[in-house]
């Protein structure tokens, strides 16, 4: 796999962060950004994340990307968004209010639909 020279950077700021204490949420959240920042393809994140990752670290990063949507549909409810991050937040809004709900990242309502599946 062939690296952009902005994932090379983010990688060496991560190194650089964690050497410095800086907490891993803060750092995953950095090189996510940056990783998108210079990705060439969205394809390539999905099957790194559904093929080369463990299957239950596979569940902890999914219940965090719920948190992450739960956050941004909060955003919509509060005002805190423009047209850059218009689609994500107003997304996250619709699927908060359809399915996923507004409470913890692995709470009791999303269990039972999940079970009925």
Same mark, same amino acid.
């Given at each position: 796999?062939?690296?952009?020279?902005?994932?090379?950077?983010?990688?060496?700021?991560?190194?650089?962060?964690?050497?410095?204490?800086?907490?891993?949420?803060?750092?995953?959240?950095?090189?996510l950004s940056d990783?998108?920042?210079?990705?060439?393809?969205? @394809? $390539? #994140?999905?099957?790194? *994340?559904?093929?080369?990752?463990?299957? !239950?670290?596979? =569940?902890?990063?999914? @219940? $965090? #990307?719920?948190?992450? *949507?739960?956050?941004?549909?909060?955003? !919509?409810?509060? =005002?805190?968004?423009?047209?850059?991050?218009?689609?994500?937040?107003?997304?996250?809004?619709?699927?908060?209010?359809s399915y996923l709900?507004?409470?913890?990242?692995?709470?009791?309502?999303?269990?039972?639909?999940?079970?009925?599946l």
């Amino acid at each position: 796999m062939k690296y952009s020279e902005n994932q090379i950077k983010a990688f060496e700021r991560y190194t650089h962060n964690s050497e410095r204490g800086l907490n891993y949420g803060t750092l995953a959240a950095q090189v996510l950004s940056d990783y998108a920042n210079g990705k060439t393809e969205t @394809k $390539e #994140f999905a099957e790194e *994340i559904t093929s080369a990752t463990h299957r !239950y670290l596979q =569940g902890v990063i999914f @219940k $965090e #990307f719920v948190a992450v *949507i739960r956050a941004w549909a909060k955003c !919509y409810d509060s =005002g805190k968004y423009d047209p850059r991050n218009e689609f994500a937040v107003k997304t996250s809004k619709v699927l908060c209010d359809s399915y996923l709900g507004y409470e913890g990242a692995y709470d009791n309502a999303l269990y039972d639909k999940i079970k009925k599946l």
